[in-house]
């Protein structure tokens, strides 16, 4: 057995192997309502094989979405829209499904990137809120610097749309604690100017994705896994690092967090990062070092053998494909073939193994 086809727990959850397909925004939503899109999109990954789909950013409030076509958990509108997409997927196959809750931050009210990614028109654009009164870029407009009245909304609108992630049968939450937006926004000193007591020091900068975090398990128990997907690193002299990170890492380990995801950069355009072939890949190893809870590596790992090998030399205990997995939804069928391993198919694929490739299926009840 292969260690990227082994069995990983998160939590109380078993994952039948180590391949997690990332979250990743399609930006299809009708006010934060799953349509026919997500539908399609999410039943083709879902018949991929990985052992874990974690659905893309999910607003917990409507001033908290990246676009106007973000999903969302904030209403029961966008409860009773979600329903019929993860009920087809659970009678089709036995992927188990995450999802992962987030807030923009001052990176709301954007375009799709489709049409450029910048802030939406004047006319469109809803006001957005962070730490402090700093924007993203200079074509972004300022953020509100968060009251405290906010930051209690927002703490609530997190656990608010985790009751109704559980509700919904997600078997995992991820809050999103990367890539700039709002927790984040928080974290980071070059983001995070505040003079209370949610800024200045790293204990202080780190209370909100605490505070979330505690309020989330709390609110959602033991039965449903808990994680925290954190930018390791703003690549920039003087933000958020991986010192920084691993004090965060254990105080979140310490109150029952399930995973660590760990990605890098997305709060400056000022960010120099170092992009090439499973770059954050040192991110994770260097926090995994420190923890007991699994980690999950992502950042351009492609190719089985790369994955299989990150695996070996203890960089990660599971592998995130993101636009690999877009570009091959059976993306961890050709891995399980390349690596002479097994993996779960709907009986109605079995037809289609390759020759020579007997047992390559693991078969799931029709």
Known sequence: MTALFSPLSLGNLELSNRVVIA???????D???ANDWHLMHYGQLAQSGAGLL???????????RISAQDLGLWSDAAEAAMRPVLEHIRRHSGIKMGVQL??????????????????????EAWPTLGASALSASPEVPTPAAATLADIVRVKKAFVDAALRAQRLGYDLIELHGAHGYLLHQFLSPLSNQRTDQYGGSLENRMRLTLEVFSAVRAAVG?????????????????????EQSGVLARELQALGCAFLHVS??????????????????????????Q????????????????????????DADAIAIAR????????PWHAAQALGAQVPASPQYLRCQPHGARGLFAPLSA
């Open 23 to 29: 979250p990743m925004c399609t930006y299809s939503a």
């Open 31 to 33: 006010d934060g309502c």
């Open 54 to 64: 974690i659905v893309e950013a999910t607003a917990v409030e409507a001033m908290g």
């Open 102 to 123: 987030g807030h923009a931050g001052r990176k709301a009210a954007s375009l799709q990137p489709w049409l450029g990614g910048g802030p939406l028109p004047q006319d």
């Open 222 to 242: 033991d039965a449903l896994p808990v994680g925290v997907r954190l930018s390791a690193s703003d690549w920039i002299e003087g933000g958020w690092d991986v």
């Open 264 to 289: 890098s950069g997305g709060l400056s355009p000022a960010q120099q990062i170092p992009v090439g072939p499973g770059y954050q890949l040192p991110l994770a190893h260097a926090l995994r070092a």
């Open 291 to 314: 923890l007991a809870m699994p980690v999950i590596g992502v950042g351009l790992i492609t190719d089985p053998l790369q994955a299989q090998a990150a695996l070996d030399a203890g």
């Open 324 to 331: 690999a997995a877009l570009f091959n939804p059976r993306w």
